[in-house]
């Protein structure tokens, strides 16, 4: 009898192990998590491979900072300065593009701010400011966040503080979302646009975009191990692997919205 207990238990225990999780952890930003693209291709990577990815949206400079503190496995966000940067002071490793998309200013159908037909982002942003109207900042150090300041900067203006500059310090949807009720204009990533304009019943709409300033890379790297024993390197290179090579790139491919618009392209070498 009780070598029957053990064996049951013995055999329990190997079971257990066999069908255990292999969970990593994956700091990235709102802008990728709200156009959907992780619910539709983490499932297929943990196909692949049977790891799980337990992802954390926040902006790109919280991920990063997340990442630097050893507190994610994997980083995948879009300020490619700032993550180089990062992989430069020996954070991270392996540092791939894998995709991008563009940003694009929306703003009310009115266009209070006459920017419309205009081609220049930056002069845009300095249109609305001289004219007063509404202009919602996601405020909250993301990738978004950093190419709006840049163009702010380029045509010398400081908004910080104006009355008409609001920082929501939300993720994009939201941010998108204090826009349309204020009516007023806001930066956006196309990706989560498309993803989220018919859902969230937006009237704003896309007022300029194609300027080439407005280009929108996206990166992937992996937690330097030497900098944090516990990560999970090898599991973060099988993601940093997957999404860089032909499955992972056709994966990104074919995500498309409800109208067959890709939201990224691929573009990793």
């Given at each position: 009898?009780?070598?029957?207990?053990?064996?049951?238990?013995?055999?329990?225990?190997?079971?257990?192990?066999?069908?255990?999780?292999?969970?990593?952890?994956?700091?990235?930003?709102?802008?990728?998590?709200?156009?959907?693209?992780?619910?539709?291709?983490?499932?297929?990577?943990?196909?692949?491979?049977?790891?799980?990815?337990?992802?954390?949206?926040?902006?790109?400079?919280?991920?990063?900072?997340?990442?630097?503190?050893?507190?994610?496995?994997?980083?995948?966000?879009?300020?490619?300065?700032?993550?180089?940067?990062?992989?430069?002071?020996?954070?991270?490793?392996?540092?791939?593009?894998?995709?991008?998309?563009?940003?694009?200013?929306?703003?009310?159908?009115?266009?209070?701010?006459?920017?419309?037909?205009?081609?220049?982002?930056?002069?845009?942003?300095?249109?609305?400011?001289?004219?007063?109207?509404?202009?919602?900042?996601?405020?909250?150090?993301?990738?978004?966040?950093?190419?709006?300041?840049?163009?702010?900067?380029?045509?010398?203006?400081?908004?910080?503080?104006?009355?008409?500059?609001?920082?929501?310090?939300?993720?994009?949807?939201?941010?998108?979302?204090?826009?349309?009720?204020?009516?007023?204009?806001?930066?956006?990533?196309?990706?989560?646009?498309?993803?989220?304009?018919?859902?969230?019943?937006?009237?704003?709409?896309?007022?300029?975009?194609?300027?080439?300033?407005?280009?929108?890379?996206?990166?992937?790297?992996?937690?330097?191990?030497?900098?944090?024993?516990?990560?999970?390197?090898?599991?973060?290179?099988?993601?940093?692997?997957?999404?860089?090579?032909r499955d992972g790139q056709a994966a990104v491919a074919a995500f498309k919205d409800k109208n067959g618009n890709?939201?990224?392209?691929?573009?990793?070498?």
């Amino acid at each position: 009898m009780k070598k029957t207990i053990t064996l049951v238990l013995l055999l329990t225990f190997v079971a257990t192990v066999a069908f255990a999780e292999t969970r990593i952890r994956m700091a990235s930003t709102t802008s990728i998590q709200n156009s959907g693209l992780f619910d539709y291709l983490l499932p297929v990577f943990e196909k692949k491979t049977g790891i799980k990815i337990d992802v954390v949206a926040v902006g790109t400079g919280a991920s990063i900072e997340i990442g630097k503190r050893g507190d994610a496995d994997v980083v995948f966000v879009h300020a490619k300065e700032q993550e180089l940067k990062a992989v430069e002071e020996g954070f991270f490793v392996n540092r791939h593009d894998v995709m991008y998309n563009d940003f694009v200013i929306i703003g009310p159908p009115a266009d209070p701010a006459k920017i419309k037909g205009m081609r220049s982002a930056a002069d845009a942003l300095k249109a609305i400011s001289l004219s007063g109207s509404s202009f919602v900042s996601r405020g909250d150090r993301s990738g978004t966040h950093t190419k709006e300041l840049a163009l702010w900067k380029k045509v010398g203006i400081d908004p910080t503080g104006q009355k008409w500059y609001l920082e929501a310090g939300q993720g994009m949807e939201k941010t998108q979302r204090v826009a349309d009720e204020k009516k007023a204009y806001t930066l956006t990533d196309r990706g989560t646009w498309l993803a989220t304009k018919g859902k969230d019943k937006l009237d704003l709409v896309i007022v300029l975009e194609g300027d080439t300033v407005l280009f929108n890379q996206y990166g992937v790297m992996a937690v330097n191990p030497e900098r944090h024993k516990h990560v999970k390197f090898k599991e973060a290179m099988q993601f940093v692997d997957w999404i860089i090579a032909r499955d992972g790139q056709a994966a990104v491919a074919a995500f498309k919205d409800k109208n067959g618009n890709p939201l990224f392209i691929p573009n990793a070498k």
